[in-house]
Nanobody, 123 residues
């Protein structure tokens, strides 16, 4: 069992930056692929980024070049650095844990989810 707790959300102006963090419980954190998803009001949950257990990183086209995912296995933590934020990045951001798979963009491949943290980007 893995428990995930997100933090770092908030209100920021367009062009600004935020850094989200996700703290995980459990002793096997390093074995998991860790992903970030987001859900805007009235929309489906979308893939944002994932980092595999071996460190490979994958991003959605909409955030590639602006967002950076990283992990610290010693601290059981995954981060999402978000730069050049846009109003369309406004959403609840969720952290998820699963296993390395080429189907990383599907939420169904992740077994554990956090409660989410709100990110609001004003224009």
């Amino acid at each position: 069992q893995v428990q995930l707790v997100e933090s770092g959300g908030g209100l920021v102006q367009a062009g600004g930056s935020l850094r989200l963090s996700c703290a995980a419980s459990g002793r096997t954190f390093s074995r998991y692929a860790m992903g970030w998803f987001r859900q805007a009001p009235g929309k489906e949950r979308d893939f944002v980024a994932t980092i595999w257990s071996g460190g490979a990183k994958f991003y959605a086209d909409s955030v590639n070049g602006r967002f950076t995912i990283s992990r610290d296995n010693a601290k059981n933590t995954v981060h999402l650095q978000m730069n050049s934020l846009k109003p369309e990045d406004t959403a609840v951001y969720y952290c998820a844990a699963g296993f390395d798979t080429i189907r990383y963009q599907s939420g169904r491949t992740y077994d554990y989810w956090g409660q989410g943290t709100q990110v609001t980007v004003s224009s």
